[in-house]
């Protein structure tokens, strides 16, 4: 059985949480040319890099800004990945579990699997958009319980209403992660998004955008201990 934490724990730290591995900033180009490709709106085909520059990236700025402008975009990327996705639902999934005790919890968490109001269906549809442009991880979590107050069993939990919930993110949301020899995550730490440019104007690649916030994710077994648990997440 596995279970996965999110550290809420603060301290003071000279560690940046939004710091990026060696390895994300060897793939992040990529994986940024492919969301691109599956994108393409406006603003990807103003800023993007989906025209290669003459000349192995030697090529003038203005030269390069100016085919850019006046060149045609084919966006079979985003037709490929809407077909296969709108075949795959086709016709919305046929959840039975009528007779399970637990219907009712069942009901509730997929009306809200991410506690924002998104039903399963449409969660899954997004992900799937994910998964096929550069993949996806999920991570799931509990919604908190109000101050002061500490339930002790399960159903306390559901008389107040504490379900759990899901998100996804990209690999260019997760900034950093270990993994054992087998390839599964120990630890991730992923970007909760930017903090909106105060100039309408910016672009995503300015100096505006900041990190909202970063999560960080442990997997472990039943029997890691706690002391390791959280040196793990630091």
């Known amino acids: 059985m596995r279970n996965k ?19 994300y900033d060897e ?9 691109d490709f599956a994108e393409m709106n406006l603003q990807i085909l103003r800023e993007g890099k989906h025209l290669d520059a003459f000349g192995s990236g030697a090529e003038a700025a203005a030269q390069y800004l100016w085919r850019k402008n006046v060149s045609f975009a084919v966006d079979h990327c ?10 795959i639902f086709r016709t919305l999934p046929r959840r039975r579990y009528g007779e399970s005790p637990h219907r009712d919890f069942i009901d509730a968490f ?5 506690g924002g109001g998104t ?3 449409a969660f899954m549809r997004r992900c799937l958009r994910m998964h096929y442009v550069n993949g996806v991880d999920f991570v799931i979590d509990k ?3 109000p101050p002061n107050v500490r339930p002790r069993s399960l159903a306390q939990e559901r008389q107040l209403g504490l379900l759990p ?3 996804a993110f990209s690999p260019l949301e997760r900034l950093d992660w270990a993994a054992d020899h087998a390839g599964r995550y120990l630890w991730a730490r992923y970007k909760l998004g ?22 960080s994710v442990g997997i472990f077994s039943a029997s890691t201990p706690v002391a390791t648990r959280n040196a793990m997440l630091r």
């Open 110 to 114: 997929i009306k809200s699997v991410d």
């Open 143 to 145: 919604e908190s319980a």
């Open 5 to 23: 934490m999110t550290d809420t724990a603060t301290s003071t730290t000279d560690f940046n949480p939004a710091a990026t591995s060696d390895l």
């Open 27 to 35: 793939l992040k180009e990529s994986w940024q040319l492919n969301q």
């Open 78 to 87: 985003a037709d490929l990945i809407n077909l296969r996705v709108d075949n």
């Open 119 to 121: 039903s399963m269906d």
């Open 194 to 215: 930017d903090v909106p440019a105060s100039d309408e104007r910016s672009g995503p690649s300015g100096s505006a955008q900041q990190p909202i916030g970063v999560i």
């Open 165 to 167: 919930y899901v998100q």
